[in-house]
């Protein structure tokens, strides 16, 4: 309990208040150290799969991580989709896993495994701590994992001793340690570029990025995920992804890409032929097509003040030109029917929206371009359908502010469990239902007979009764013009045809291919 106390107390001094907690008995000295800190707030749920979604989500929308407390055995192992996502979109995470002590483990003790290194290769750093540690060592060691924690993922791994629970907790008297990152560019950056274009991947903060683009005249190609969108500005080419293929006027001859991975495929196929610069903070390599010439570790402010080249201001005016015929075209045939990309392109964009993975996040990427565009969030480290309900509550959490979850309903069934911490906040959840995986109606399996038996996973379910067994009020639209009257708590599922929401894309991207003065 000492111990377990010491563990928590370090968090909260290094700014870690929030702690997710699993029902557990070996995790019961962090579980109690936590309940009873007065600066500590406490999250319950009983799977541990969607606690720990619901701590990625927490780390996505506050920037901060938060501490998920589970028992021991496979109770760690659940943690593990969640901590790889964590890992792969540099989010702050913390878990503090119970243990059995050392004289327990490798003797078939019950609920004993081996979890010193369960998370090695998705985690950034890991402990395994000894009962032997003293104050001032366990205080440190707490310390630099909230430190590292800033990168993505740790783990410290607590081994306790019986007695478990002791009905009195004494919280001694610590000192945070102050850790910081230098910033690595210094010196200016010049290049000869007249030409260049900015890939502006998913960051916190994109308004650096948009000034430079601004400075240079230079257009910037921005993922949904960058946040550009919620600063709308001439430089941002808004539908590049249908305007890639159909480039033929003159090549960048540079391209600068700050922050990670694109939703757009369009990107990594483009055959710019131009010399590629990748700048971020994170060590970790983006750049699956192995075309890049120039890896920069920095700070992105920091190097966007620094970063000189030339301007062409005939150079941005052909990408305008060419983004505004396409504008004009996806307007023209963008009616009925009523489909999944209809819905998003006209969802209310006044509170924070987390899209959930296969085509949802898609088609929010190519249609949702609000007026007024909110923070939008989603799982694209490493692309699951899992855990997306309880990452969508963990957002609101640390947002404090109603959100807006669209989902597919096989992201949907995958986390049905976590219904249970919609209740918790204010979340409207969008299910979009079109009675399987409609994103393999566009790849090349649904040419096989076999698309609804091992991919599709074609099913006739609704969510109705999903919705009234933990008591979330529901409503169902079949129409555009159907008023959506449920409050920011609800389940709102729209049922939607699967191969008229293939047919729908497939016209507007032949729509636009027909626009020939595009290519010139």
């Known amino acids: 309990m000492t111990q377990a106390a010491w563990i928590i107390d370090q968090l909260i001094l290094q700014g870690v208040t929030t702690f997710c907690i699993a029902p557990g008995s070996r995790s019961i000295p962090l579980a109690l150290a936590a309940a009873e800190h007065p600066k500590a707030e406490i999250v319950t749920h009983f799977d541990e799969r969607g606690l720990g979604f619901y701590a990625l989500g927490f780390g996505k929308g506050s920037g901060k991580p938060a ?45 004993t495994a081996d979890q010193t290194k369960i998370f090695t290769g998705a985690v950034q750093w890991q402990q395994d701590l000894s009962p032997h540690l003293n104050e001032k060592a366990m205080r440190s060691i707490t310390a630099q994992a909230v430190f590292q924690s800033r990168q993505g993922p740790v783990h410290l791994n607590c081994p306790f001793q019986e007695p478990l629970y002791t009905p009195v907790i004494s919280f001694s008297k610590g000192e945070p340690v102050q850790f ?20 502006l991947g998913p960051l916190q903060d994109p308004l650096p990025v948009l000034a430079l683009a601004k400075r240079l005249q230079w257009p910037v190609f921005a993922d949904l995920l960058s946040q550009a969108r919620r600063t709308p500005s001439p430089e941002q080419i ?84 060419a983004n505004e015929q396409v504008h004009t075209t996806l307007i023209t045939h963008f009616a009925s029917p009523f489909t999944e990309s209809h819905a998003i392109k ?17 088609h929010a990427d190519r249609f949702f371009f609000p007026d007024h565009c909110p923070q939008i969030f ?44 919609l209740k918790k906040h204010q979340i409207l959840l969008i299910i979009s239902n079109n009675f399987g995986g409609g994103i393999f109606d566009h790849l090349p399996i649904a040419k096989s007979p076999h698309l609804n038996t091992i991919c599709a996973a074609a099913h006739d379910w609704t969510f109705e009764e999903a919705a009234k067994m933990f008591k979330i009020p529901y409503l169902r639209l079949t129409t555009l013009n159907q008023p959506c009257i449920l409050p920011f708590l ?26 020939h003065s595009l290519a010139t």
């Open 238 to 321: 808004t539908h590049f992804d249908f305007l890639l293929p159909l480039w033929k006027q003159e090549k960048p001859d540079l391209i600068l890409h700050f922050g990670g991975r694109f939703i757009a495929k369009n990107i990594a196929s483009w055959e710019s032929g131009a010399p590629l610069i990748h700048v971020s903070p994170y060590s970790t390599l983006q750049d699956p097509e192995r075309r890049l010439t120039t890896r920069i570790l920095s700070d992105i402010d920091s190097f966007c003040e620094r970063f000189e080249a030339q301007t062409d201001p005939h150079w941005l005016q052909s990408w305008q030109s």
């Open 490 to 515: 609800g389940i709102c599922e729209i049922l939607s045809d699967r191969v008229a929401n293939k047919e729908a894309s497939d016209l507007l991207l032949r729509s636009v291919s027909k626009d």
């Open 180 to 199: 910081s990152f230098p910033k690595l560019v210094s010196a200016p950056f010049r290049h000869s570029a007249r030409r260049g274009v900015i890939l």
């Open 67 to 111: 501490a998920v407390i589970v028992t021991s055995g496979t109770a760690v192992a659940n943690l593990l989709p969640a901590t790889m996502e964590a890992f792969h979109s540099h989010t702050p995470l913390i878990l503090l896993t119970a243990d059995r002590p050392h004289e327990l483990r490798d003797c078939g003790a019950n609920q």
């Open 378 to 421: 989603a799982n694209r480290g490493l692309s699951g359908i899992d855990g997306n309900i309880a990452t969508a509550a963990g957002i609101a959490h640390a947002l404090q502010s109603p959100l807006i979850a669209f989902l597919g309903d096989q992201t949907t069934l995958h986390d049905l469990n976590s219904l249970a911490l």
């Open 346 to 362: 006209d969802l209310p964009a006044d509170r924070p929206i987390f899209f959930g993975n296969s085509m949802p996040i898609r």
